[in-house]
């Protein structure tokens, strides 16, 4: 029996197209939830609210570290959403996502206050750190990144995972 392989343009496009969307959504996701710290935006509490839970969930400096992760959220995820410095925002998301993954592990997978949801976005950014940011992106416009290389996302997921640590021990 013949098999017809597809064209290696079409496999492009379907990449870049598949890409692209996971860009947008988990950019626009995370976006939303930094806007909610910073601004207050779509129900959030504003910084004095994510200021209050930083405190309860442990961590010092709780308005400083609710700034933080809100301007990580926000710009990390309108940099992912155009596809702008790929590798370094998406590892930006995985190492505020681990710390959100760690607050929540003694909550279970699948329990009402489970970690399965900030376990995901921390996955699917780091898969995108790893795969660039596609052909419907703004890196295509950085000369350094025009062609993705493995050695950006690895970098910068190392990165993440050290940073990411160091907050997630720096919590009582």
């Known amino acids: 029996m013949t098999t017809l392989a597809p064209s290696p343009a079409a496999d492009t496009r379907t990449h870049d197209l598949g890409v692209l969307v996971l860009r947008v959504i988990v950019g ?3 976006a939303v939830h930094g806007t909610q710290k910073l601004f207050g ?6 910084l004095d609210g994510a200021a209050t839970g930083f405190a309860a969930m442990g961590y010092p400096a709780a308005k400083a570290m609710a700034t933080l992760a ?29 710390n959100a993954v760690v607050v929540k592990w003694d909550g279970g997978f699948f329990a009402p206050n ?5 376990l ?14 596609g052909a419907i992106a703004v890196d295509r416009f950085v ?30």
């Open 114 to 118: 489970g970690y399965e949801y900030e």
């Open 28 to 30: 626009g996701i995370m």
């Open 70 to 98: 809100a301007v990580i959220e926000t710009f990390g995820g309108l940099a992912l959403i155009v596809g702008l410095l790929t590798p370094l925002a998406a590892a930006a998301i995985v190492g505020n996502m681990l």
């Open 143 to 172: 000369p350094v990144l025009r062609r993705h290389r493995l050695g950006y996302g690895v970098a910068a997921l190392v990165l993440a995972l050290v940073t990411g640590v160091i907050f997630a021990l720096i919590r009582n």
């Open 41 to 46: 935006w779509f129900g959030g509490h504003g």
């Open 120 to 133: 995901l976005l921390t996955v699917a950014a780091a898969a995108l750190a790893l795969t660039g940011p």
